[in-house]
C-alpha cells in the first residue's frame, strides 16, 4: 500500500539560509517526517526551485516546485487536504478548499517598521489571519501580541513553543585561533537585535566579542559603540557561518549574549543553553519566557554600568555554582521539536 500524502509545508523561508525562519522549518519538517512515516503518509514540501534542488532534507519527502506566479494563483493538486503555513506574511495561499493552518512567529513590525511597512504588514497578515481556519503562535509572548493587535475572526490562537535545534555535524573551530575568552552572540545583524549595547561588557576584562550572523549597516553602529568604549580591536563580526561553526563557538563560549528587543521566541537562546553556558538576555518579549530562572537579564533600559553589574553578578553566581550547567541544559531540553511537532500533527488530523 503505498503512503498517503496529504499536508503539504510551505518552506518558502528556507531560500534565506542563516534565520530563525529556516531553521523553523528545516527542524520541524524532520519531526514531521518521524511521525508521518509511523503513519503511512508522505510528507510533502513546497518551497522554490533552489530549496528543492539544494535538498535540505535528505529525506524521502515530496516536493512542490513553487514558482513566482504562485504567489498570484496557486493551485495544489486535488489530494491535499492541509496547507501549513509557516510564515505569518506568507505570499502562497492555495486557491483551492484546503484546511489551513498559520504559524505566527512575531509582530515586530510593531517596533521597529515605517509606518508604510506598517500599514503594508497590518494588511498582509489580516488577510492571512482571515484565510485560516487554525492559528499557531510560538509563545505566550507572541500570543498576546497578536490578541492585543489583531482582529482574529473569532478565531482561537493556540502556542507550540519551537524545539531546542540539535547539532549532530562535525563541529569547526574559527579559522584564525580564539586566543582570549570571549562573549557571543548570533542573528541577522539589524537594529531589533540591539547588539549595539554589548561593547560596554568588555570594560574591565580581556574578553573578545564575537557576532555571527547576515551583515546589515547596523555593523557601523555597533562599531561605533565598541569605539566609544575602547575595545574596538576584541569586537568581532564574522558575518554569516555555518552550523559547525556556530556550534563551536556556543559550545565554547564563555557566555552567550542576547539583548534582542524583538523576539518571537529566540531559537539560538535554546541552543546556548543546551551547552549549559551562561546565558544573558533582554528582559523584552518572549526572552524570559524561554530563558526562565536560569537565565540573567539585563536592565530595561540596557544602562551600560548597570550592564556590567549584571554581567558580573551572573558570572560570578555561575562560577560558584557548579550544577547551574546542568540545570541550564534541562532547561534547554523542555524545547523540543518532536514534541512540536507532535502538536501540529494532532493539528492536522483535527482538520482532515
Not at 513566482?68 to 505569518?88: A, E, G, N, R
Not at 536592565?299 to 560558584?320: A, H, V
Request: with cysteine.
Amino acid at each position: 500500500m503505498s503512503a498517503r500524502s496529504e499536508i503539504v509545508i510551505d518552506c518558502d523561508k528556507m531560500k534565506y539560509a542563516n534565520t530563525g525562519l529556516f531553521s523553523f522549518c528545516y527542524y520541524l519538517v524532520n519531526s514531521l517526517y518521524k511521525i508521518a512515516q509511523s503513519e503511512n503518509e508522505m510528507l510533502t514540501v513546497f518551497a522554490p526551485s533552489r530549496v528543492v534542488s539544494a535538498n535540505h532534507f535528505d529525506l524521502n519527502i515530496k516536493y512542490i516546485n513553487g514558482r513566482i506566479w504562485d504567489k498570484v494563483y496557486l493551485k495544489v493538486p486535488s489530494q491535499y487536504k492541509i496547507w501549513h503555513s509557516t510564515f505569518q506574511m506568507s505570499k502562497y495561499w492555495p486557491v483551492n478548499s484546503l484546511g489551513t493552518v498559520l504559524t505566527i512567529h512575531d509582530l515586530n513590525f510593531l517596533y521597529h517598521r515605517k509606518d508604510k511597512d506598517y500599514d503594508y504588514c497590518m494588511k498582509k497578515i489580516k488577510k492571512n489571519i482571515e484565510r485560516a481556519d487554525k492559528i499557531v503562535a510560538i509563545s505566550e509572548f507572541s500570543k498576546k501580541d497578536i490578541i492585543q493587535h489583531l482582529d482574529l475572526f473569532n478565531k482561537k490562537v493556540e502556542v507550540i513553543y519551537n524545539g531546542c535545534n540539535y547539532f549532530h555535524g562535525e563541529l569547526s573551530a574559527p579559522k584564525e585561533p580564539q586566543i582570549r575568552p570571549f562573549l557571543f552572540s548570533v542573528g541577522t545583524i539589524l537594529p531589533k537585535k540591539n547588539f549595539h549595547v554589548l561593547p560596554c561588557l568588555l570594560k574591565g576584562n580581556d574578553f573578545d566579542l564575537i557576532i555571527a550572523g547576515n551583515r546589515s549597516a547596523y555593523c557601523e553602529d555597533i562599531m561605533n559603540e565598541a569605539r566609544k568604549w575602547n575595545v574596538a580591536d576584541r569586537v568581532k563580526i564574522v558575518g554569516p557561518i555555518d552550523e559547525g561553526l556556530k556550534h563551536w563557538y556556543l559550545k565554547n563560549c564563555y557566555a552567550f549574549v542576547y539583548p534582542s528587543i524583538a523576539e518571537g521566541f529566540g531559537l539560538p537562546v535554546v541552543e546556548a543553553m543546551n551547552y549549559g553556558v551562561p546565558v544573558f538576555l533582554s528582559r523584552h518579549t518572549s526572552l524570559p519566557e524561554v530563558g526562565g530562572e536560569f537565565a540573567v537579564y539585563f536592565n530595561r533600559e540596557f544602562d551600560p554600568e548597570l550592564m556590567q553589574l549584571e554581567f558580573f553578578r551572573g558570572l560570578n553566581l555561575y562560577n560558584n555554582m557548579p550544577e547551574m550547567k546542568n540545570k541550564i541544559r534541562e532547561r534547554a531540553m523542555k524545547f523540543s521539536w518532536d514534541k512540536a511537532a507532535e502538536q501540529y500533527w494532532s493539528i492536522y488530523k483535527e482538520m482532515s
